[in-house]
């Protein structure tokens, strides 16, 4: 089977290689942009694939027909600029809606098994929910450019008609090895872990809403291995439509810190401070995804509990600066 991974440098795409690799699969082309950053080059190192082209090149060879006789199955596209800070709207615009288009487009000609990456930043505040469901996705109202940029996307394909074929995964928060370059948007296991190496603490953001202590804000948080599961899972059946990349959980910072100190064999030392205003009227206190969808789709394999997948994250990837 000769599958594309788009993002296949990235955090989630080199996790769903590695995955790939151990389901047997080395026919991948991975398509990424390595640009100016660093680190995320080193996310390749250990993994086995055909090919590796550059996102801009990728797209001419599209343009030309390169690939139209190299029968590739499934095309996985993690690929995006995944800062929810990001405030330039015309990059986001072209590079998470407009190529995006493209692809899938080209996967429909080719009967290329169309699955990317949504984002559970297109529910916003949570005040519609978080169910998957595709006949209420105009109602959802990201709080964020990064997040319209994904929902103008499902938009567009159930309007197109391509999601009929298609399948849309909406991630929550995900954690895991092969995040390290990705600066600010680094999940807060990791920051957590630096913050106790340096300080012996780790500082969480005071709660502002009455219903929820200092670090009880809720969050779904899922490790990258389970998420990989969850891809894959979609990649011989044929659901179709948008689905939650969740664990159906709802977890606090307060035991997202926890569970990295007791990983580290220390005692928890929390600090709270002030949240900048910045970001106020943006935070979200809660967010859980409905899986219900995900598991009638035939999905059966349990997710690892928040303590074990930080202690797994820590222990075999962080402390020896590993990764996968």
């Not at 913050?195 to 202590?213: G, M, R, W």
Request: one cysteine or more.
């Amino acid at each position: 089977m000769k599958i594309i991974v788009t993002g296949g440098a990235g955090f989630i795409g080199s996790a769903m290689v590695w995955a790939l690799n151990k389901m047997g699969l080395e026919d991948i082309l991975i398509v990424d942009n390595l640009s100016t950053n660093r680190e995320k080059w080193k996310n390749l190192v250990g993994l086995r694939y055909l090919d590796y082209i550059e996102k801009d090149d990728f797209l001419e060879h599209i343009e030309k027909g390169t690939f139209e006789d190299c029968k590739f199955r499934v095309l996985i596209h993690l690929g995006a600029c995944s800062s929810t800070t990001e405030t330039d709207s015309s990059y986001l615009v072209h590079n998470n809606y407009e190529y995006s288009k493209t692809l899938a487009i080209w996967a429909k000609e080719n009967k290329i098994r169309f699955i990317y990456a949504s984002s559970a930043a297109t529910y916003g505040d949570g005040e519609q929910g978080f169910a998957d469901d595709l006949g209420e996705i105009e109602h959802l109202r990201p709080l964020n450019m990064y997040g319209y940029s994904k929902q103008m996307f499902d938009l567009w394909m159930r309007k197109s008609g391509l999601l009929n074929d298609a399948v849309g995964l909406k991630f929550f928060n995900v954690f895991g090895p092969n995040e390290y370059h990705k600066g600010s948007m680094r999940s807060f296991i990791l920051k957590s872990y630096e913050q106790i190496k340096e300080n012996n603490e780790v500082c969480l953001f005071k709660s502002y809403h009455p219903d929820y202590k200092d670090g009880e804000q809720l969050r779904d948080f899922i490790y990258v291995k389970d998420v990989v599961k969850m891809v894959a899972h979609f990649m011989n059946n044929r659901a179709s439509g948008l689905y939650n990349i969740a664990t159906g959980q709802a977890r606090s910072w307060n035991d997202l810190v926890t569970a990295t100190f007791n990983a580290m064999g220390l005692k928890p030392n929390i600090k709270y401070i002030e949240m900048p205003d910045s970001i106020k009227d943006q935070y979200q206190y809660y967010t859980k995804g409905d899986i219900s969808k995900l598991i009638a789709s035939g999905y059966s394999k349990p997710t690892m509990t928040l303590e074990e997948s930080v202690d797994d994250y820590v222990k075999n990837y962080l402390i020896p600066n590993k990764r996968l």
